[in-house]
């Protein structure tokens, strides 16, 4: 197996572009297991999360976060998840916009282990994610397709950027958390609205960034809304929608991302201000965080 | 809804309740479409109001109110200028921090109090918001406090950037409008319970948010239909109906301009009938190819997203041009039946024509809003329960699109009264078409011969413009001079409208236009909406006889 999987931290929120590789093998093993969110007030609630699993898939002690690790591939790679679950109860694995070798998706049963591949096929953002109930619960993260060409989301140039967040909106209801088996759906309301599994002021602002820098905000909507979000001070162009890019990319600073859809936009930070916000319009208040300079 | 209703309306777009027509308004405020608040410096006082809902609620309101002025809702429609360096002074009359953002326009500076979207005005403090109003485009301002409680209280408004030289342009050249045809529609919902609360000091939860009343220009449907500015609407000014005239290459080539904004917790699909709309802008930026070509897109159908603003180009295009006279259905096609048609409370808008200008029979009992055969078609959100009032339909966000017929509102002359000589042959019928029917007056038989007579008009609604007068007619002898007059209801005097015309033994056309004023033109009290059009035709020692073929009044009814 060669290593060109690139992890990026959630925490981080933004990186610099990764150089990529040329097509490879690339595996990676992910643990499906239980876990806690602190929230706001506080709240702790229960989750389900994926983790990157440790040496020879060992689930031992690993914590798994809501979303989970953002896996980064380049285009072409031959990619293979294995899931272990640790959960009581099965656990599925989908990345929308790929083909599986395996159909629509795969899934492990309690306590086992299943595996997904597919070809990397085409550049662009894309969520990875349980089904039904795993999805609330917090079963879902980013996977990032790198096109050959360092520093642009696509194949062409007018996707170049220079530095990149991630952007997974979602929202947890902790009522159901607590009972995901059971819960009602008639009754599901959340009450956290989350960017990167944090509600605000726990977010983590897009930091060092200057006039003229081009920030690629890839949005990813794991819950079920469809979800405005407002940008202030500045414009988002926005290039491309769920990791195919747009004939006619346009200027935004209120773009909505349906929910289980993905979008990549290009905010070029202008001459003046130095804190952009970047905030749910729908008046969730805790989905929000900030673009600074520096 | 659906696309495709013409002059005969679904239940759907059938009132519950019209009140009565506009009181004087202020001459700066047109009936219908944008009214601007223009300027470069406002000054805006956050502050509460009540607006008044068709279902006869009244809801606590936060507004950014003119400084000085009466409470409105939503904020007014700031127009400025491309280029315009702009300040807008907030003064605080809530009990709690206020701000305003300004999404889309870059570098606002300021002074506040230092807050987590925007500089703050303090309870009963001031805040100062400047830019320069760079690009041009359809805009919002908002609350950037609070907002999931000053947002759904009701801070929002337009803020409409016109290109530097161009206020028929919305964009550039390829988005030039009517300027006489600029609409706003600015969608907006309200949970009432989380009104009441603000209202009680009750406990305000976002999380309960249960929209109930949605709104364009701040008012429900039917108050939507109400002009700009009734006085029973006095926090609400700003009335949405939209009106234009059949598409004309050389008459009618400009397109309206709707500016559409969300300013809404929820997206909205709203749904125009009667032709496509063509989108040409999001968020105040035109939509353009990689190349700066056309990326503008037709719908019928339009997603608004929370906090998004549109810009549409609408022409409405007569396809099949039907006529009664000279475009009848064929045979194949058939005519409406109005039996078919859904009537709410005897209340309709339908003309019970299905031919634009015209009207036809309705069944007995109802009563029309139709004025002289125009179309309506609803735009409204197609979210069924956003088409409601508190849940009853149909109200809320709706309102109509009226098409008018292209030379305005026509009516036939309805009577004929001899002033001066006596009747030879005919009725007032037979000046209803320029046919082989006339209507024949033997003029005078002593002295110099006249022959003076006058047709009368009802129906014409108070507030008409752009009073027209068509005679068409001929006489037994050559070249005999020929007056129109007009019956001036307030001196009770003839008026004669322009110089005379010689008219011989073949069929003449005369267009006039009464002087302006034109309301004294048009009866009031016991002879509400009565016109009378004076035909005077003078000869010498010979007797003549008039014969007038065709006697029409065409207006722009309000
Ligand atoms: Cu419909
Ligand atoms: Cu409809």
């Given amino acids: ?294 | 809804m659906h696309r495709g209703f013409r002059a005969f309306l679904p239940a759907a777009a059938l009132l519950v309740a019209f009140a009565p027509s506009a009181q004087a308004q202020a001459p700066a405020i047109p009936r219908q479409g944008i009214v601007c608040t223009n300027g470069t410096t406002f000054d805006l006082t956050a502050t509460p109001g009540y607006i008044e809902t068709p279902d006869g609620n009244s809801v606590l309101m936060w507004s950014y109110a003119p400084t000085g002025g009466q409470f409105q809702s939503p904020g007014p429609v700031l127009c400025v200028n491309q280029g315009d360096s702009v300040t807008v002074h907030l003064h605080n009359a809530l009990t709690e921090p206020v701000s305003m953002v300004f999404p889309g326009q870059l570098g606002v500076g300021g002074s506040g109090t230092a807050g987590l979207l925007a500089d703050e005005a303090p309870a009963g403090g001031d805040a100062t918001y400047t830019f320069t109003a760079s690009q041009p485009g359809t805009y919002i301002y908002e609350s950037g406090s609070d907002p999931s409680k000053q947002i759904e209280m009701g801070l929002y408004g337009a803020l409409i950037v016109r290109p530097a030289g161009h206020p028929d342009y919305a964009y550039d050249a390829a988005t030039r409008f009517d300027p006489q045809r600029e609409y706003l529609v600015l969608l907006s919902d309200i949970d009432p319970d989380l009104h009441h609360a603000v209202e009680t000091g009750g406990a305000y939860d976002f999380n309960q948010l249960h929209n109930r009343y949605f709104a364009i220009n701040g008012r429900q449907f039917p108050d939507t239909l109400q002009d700009n500015g009734v006085s029973w609407l006095p926090g609400q000014p700003y009335g949405s109906l939209l009106r234009v005239k059949p598409y004309n290459a050389t008459s009618n080539p400009l397109p309206a301009l709707i500016r559409m904004a969300n300013v809404g917790t929820v997206n909205h699909p709203f749904h125009p009938h009667g032709n496509h709309i063509k989108e040409v802008a999001q968020d105040g930026r035109a939509l353009r190819t990689p190349g700066g070509g056309d990326a503008s897109s037709e719908h019928f159908a339009a997603t608004i997203g929370s906090g998004q603003t549109e810009d549409y180009l609408f022409s409405w295009k007569d396809q099949d041009s039907w006529n009664p006279g000279s475009n009848p259905f064929p045979a194949s096609v058939a005519s409406p039946d109005y039996r078919n048609l859904t009537f709410k409370n005897g209340n309709t808008w339908s003309s019970g024509s299905a031919y634009l200008g015209s009207k036809g029979t309705l069944p007995v009992g109802t009563v029309s809003q139709n004025i002289c055969g125009e179309w309506y078609f609803p735009w409204h959100s197609h979210a069924l329960n956003e088409f409601t009032n508190y849940d009853a339909g149909f109200g809320g966000m709706a309102t109509l699109l009226r098409v008018d017929p292209p030379g305005g509102c026509m009516a036939p002359a309805g009577t004929a009264s001899i002033l001066a000589g006596t009747l030879n042959s005919g009725t007032a019928t037979d000046l209803a078409a320029a046919d082989t029917a006339y209507y024949k007056v033997n003029s005078t038989t002593t002295g110099t011969r006249t022959a003076d007579w006058y047709g009368g008009f009802a129906g014409v609604p108070g507030g008409s413009t752009g009073l027209a007068v068509t005679y068409t007619g001929r006489n037994s002898i050559a070249a005999l001079p020929t007056t129109l007059w007009m019956w001036k209801w307030s001196t009770s005097t003839w008026v004669q409208m322009g110089a005379a015309t010689g008219i011989g033994t073949s069929d003449v056309t005369v267009t006039r236009t009464p002087p302006s004023p034109e309301s004294g033109f048009i009866g009031t009290g016991a002879n509400s909406g009565k016109v009378r059009v004076r035909v005077l035709t003078t000869g010498t020692t010979g007797n003549f006889v008039t014969q007038g073929n065709l006697l029409k009044l065409t207006y722009d009814a309000p």
């Fill in chain 1, 1 to 294: 197996m060669r290593r060109t999987l690139v992890l990026i931290l959630i925490a981080a929120g933004l990186t610099l572009p990764a150089s990529p590789a040329s097509a490879a093998n690339v595996s990676i093993d992910l643990c499906a297991s239980a876990g806690t969110l602190t929230l706001p007030g506080p709240v702790t609630a229960n989750i389900w999360g994926y983790a990157l699993a440790g040496s020879g898939g060992s689930c031992a002690g690993v914590t798994p976060s809501v979303p989970g690790p953002v896996l980064s591939v380049d285009q072409g790679d031959a990619v293979s998840i294995v899931v272990h679950n640790t959960l009581t109860t099965p656990v599925s694995l989908e990345v929308p916009g790929l083909a599986l070798g395996q159909g629509a998706g795969v899934s492990a049963p309690a306590g086992g282990t299943a595996t997904a591949t597919f070809t990397a096929s085409a550049p662009g953002t894309y969520l990875y994610q349980g089904t039904e109930r795993q999805l609330p619960m917090g079963l879902y993260g980013a996977l990032v397709v790198r096109p050959p060409a360092a520093g642009q989301a696509y194949g062409s140039a007018t996707t170049a950027y220079d530095r990149e967040a991630l952007l997974v909106l979602s929202a947890i209801d902790p009522a159901f958390n607590a009972a995901p088996a059971t819960a009602d759906l008639y009754h599901y309301a959340p009450k956290f609205w989350l960017i990167n599994g944090k509600a605000y002021p726990d977010t983590d602002p897009v930091h060092g960034v200057a006039p003229g820098t081009k920030v690629l905000l890839r949005y990813l909507n794991a819950g079920f809304d469809n979800t405005s979000m407002r940008l202030l001070g500045a414009y988002e162009r926005v290039l491309a929608r769920d990791a195919r890019p747009l004939a006619n990319p346009f200027d935004a600073t209120a773009e909505t991302i349906p929910a289980g859809g993905t979008e990549d936009a290009v905010v070029t930070i202008p001459a003046s201000g130095t804190r952009f916000p970047l905030y749910n319009r729908q008046l969730h208040q805790t989905m929000l965080t900030f673009i600074q300079v520096p």
